[in-house]
């Protein structure tokens, strides 16, 4: 089993930054991908940015040049810098992580960008 743990949300000013953390424990080593989704008020959720073992990365193409999501230190710890906040970024970040079959959910952090 993998337990997620989000942090790094919170309130900010349309231009501003934020990052946000998710710390993995449990069995990370069999992790292959771990990444972020969004979901808004009265929308589905998306993928915002997933990072590869191997140090790939993906973005959805409405954060690209302006998202950057990192691993910097050990498989497990990933982090996501947000920057140019604009307020169609307000949403609730997951955390989520993958090991063959299992996908896993971190319980959420509140992202609210004012304009």
């Known amino acids: 089993q993998v337990q997620l743990v989000e942090s790094g949300g919170g309130s900010v000013q349309a231009g501003e930054s934020l990052r946000l953390s998710c710390a993995a424990s449990?069995?990370?080593?069999?992790?292959?991908?771990i990444g972020w989704y969004r979901q808004a008020p009265g929308k589905e959720r998306e993928l915002v940015a997933v990072v590869w073992k191997g140090g790939f990365a993906n973005y959805a193409d409405s954060v690209k040049g302006r998202f950057t999501v990192t691993t910097y230190s050990a498989w497990g710890m990933v982090y996501l810098e947000m920057n140019s906040l604009k307020s169609e970024d307000t949403a609730v970040y997951y955390c989520n992580a993958r090991s063959g079959g299992l996908t896993f959910w971190g319980q959420g952090t509140q992202v609210t960008v004012s304009s």
């Open positions: 449990g069995r990370t080593s069999s992790l292959n991908r």
